[in-house]
Every structure is written in structure tokens, then in C-alpha cells.
């Protein structure tokens, strides 16, 4: 069975551009969850996403946004870049079924580089 | 504000001995807590839970204590094996008194070295 999949692996963008990151979740997974990684940090909490819909908000600005295809891939998409923003990004897939917790599977990460 | 915390962001243990992590929260609505290994280039990977109605969970090696009067939790992995050598995660979530969400709340993580 395949795991979690993101796209694409290593990122450079400079401050203002706009990137979109890409996860596919394991199969028969209808829930996606987005984390941000800063360097000597731990994963920071950005969005989930159930059934398309959005469950779940972290403390992050509106320059983040994201969606949740009829599949149940999802996109990140992360506007106006700041040098901050640096980070590996972490997707993380899991049943989702509601009213119980659901063990949340990590991809490998899309390490985003802005200059 | 750091809701959970990992102070100690290195840990060297002896191969065969008891590594001891540990994980303290401030939120009282966490319900749900978790330790995650993390090696580099990879995600982090599930290791063990606990849920906040018990104070122990055991998995092999690996057992999970929980003190919620104190709000802090810890991670014994007995015997040590080289292979244990990583970052280990603390995270928690309110899943249950949260409103469904099962976001999660990662600690800074701790670096196990296991010496042989």
C-alpha cells in the first residue's frame, strides 16, 4: 500500500511569489491535515480537511489556503511569500471518522526554500 | 504561547538502558496525546498514544505514562537499541473537546542518541 505522497519534494521561490504544494493521502483515507515545520520546531498545525470541507484552522495568516479535491487529494497554497514562510511543509493523512481520534499518517514533506 | 513542551532537546543513553522522555502541556483540553519518532529526510512516524482516561499504555518497548494532575507525560523505551536513535515528538490534541478537529500540537522535540 502506498503511503502518503507530496509534491514536490524540494522547493525554491523568492519573497512575493505564490506556491501551491501537493498531497495525496493513503487510500481510504478521507482526511488531510497540513503542518508547517520551522527549522528546531516541531510540526505547527495549519489546516485539516474532511470530506472537502475544512474541520480544522490553525493560527496561520489568510496567506494560506487550501482545498480538498473530490479524491481526497489536497493542495497548499501559500501567497505573497515571506523568508519566513522557509519550512518543511508536512501532510498527514487519516481515516477522519468523526467522534473518535484518527492516527494520522506523515508524508515525507516538501522542504520550501525562500530567498 | 508553548502549549506543550519538551525541555530537554538532547538525550544521550547508554545501548540496554531506560530512555526517559519527557512532555509537559499547559491546556487543560487536551484528551488525546501522542509521541511521534522522526528520522531526517522522512515524516514523523506514529509510536504510541494515550488517552487522557488512562495513565498508562503500554507497546512493547515502548510505554506511555500520563499524570494529568501534574500535566505531564513521559516516554520510556526499554531496553535502548541504536536503532532508537532519533527525534521524538510529544504531541497532543483535544479531539474530543475541541469540536471534532484532530489537529495536533507538536512539542520542539527531543534528540534521542542511544551510545553503544
Known amino acids: 500500500d502506498a503511503g502518503v505522497t507530496q509534491s514536490p519534494t524540494h522547493l525554491i521561490k523568492t519573497r512575493g511569489q505564490h506556491v501551491t504544494l501537493r498531497c495525496s493521502p493513503i487510500s481510504g483515507h478521507k482526511s488531510v491535515s497540513w503542518y508547517q515545520q520551522v527549522l528546531g520546531q516541531g510540526p505547527q498545525f495549519i489546516f485539516q480537511y474532511y470530506e472537502k470541507e475544512e474541520r480544522g484552522r490553525g493560527n496561520f495568516p489568510d496567506r494560506f489556503s487550501a482545498r480538498q479535491f473530490p479524491n481526497y487529494s489536497s493542495e497548499l497554497n501559500v501567497n505573497a511569500l515571506l523568508l519566513g514562510d522557509s519550512a518543511l511543509y508536512l501532510c498527514?493523512?487519516?481515516?477522519?471518522?468523526?467522534?473518535?481520534?484518527?492516527?494520522?499518517?506523515f508524508g515525507p514533506g516538501t522542504r520550501l526554500t525562500v530567498l | 504561547d508553548q502549549q506543550v513542551k519538551q525541555n530537554s532537546p538532547s538525550l544521550s543513553v547508554q545501548e540496554g538502558r531506560i530512555s526517559i522522555l519527557n512532555c509537559d502541556y499547559t491546556?487543560?483540553?487536551?484528551?488525546?496525546f501522542l509521541w511521534y519518532k522522526k528520522y531526517p529526510a522522512e515524516g514523523p512516524t506514529f509510536l504510541i498514544s494515550i488517552s487522557s482516561i488512562k495513565d498508562k499504555n503500554e507497546d512493547g518497548r515502548f510505554t506511555v505514562f500520563l499524570n494529568k494532575s501534574a500535566k505531564h507525560l513521559s516516554l520510556h523505551i526499554v531496553p535502548s537499541q541504536p536503532g532508537d536513535s532519533a527525534v521524538y515528538f510529544c504531541?497532543?490534541?483535544?479531539?474530543?473537546?475541541?469540536?471534532?478537529?484532530?489537529?495536533?500540537?507538536f512539542g520542539k522535540g527531543t534528540h534521542l542518541i542511544i551510545q553503544p
Open positions: 504531541a497532543a490534541s483535544a479531539i474530543f473537546s475541541g469540536g471534532g478537529a484532530d489537529g495536533l500540537t
Open positions: 498527514a493523512s487519516s481515516r477522519g471518522t468523526p467522534g473518535t481520534y484518527n492516527e494520522q499518517f
Open positions: 491546556n487543560s483540553m487536551f484528551d488525546y
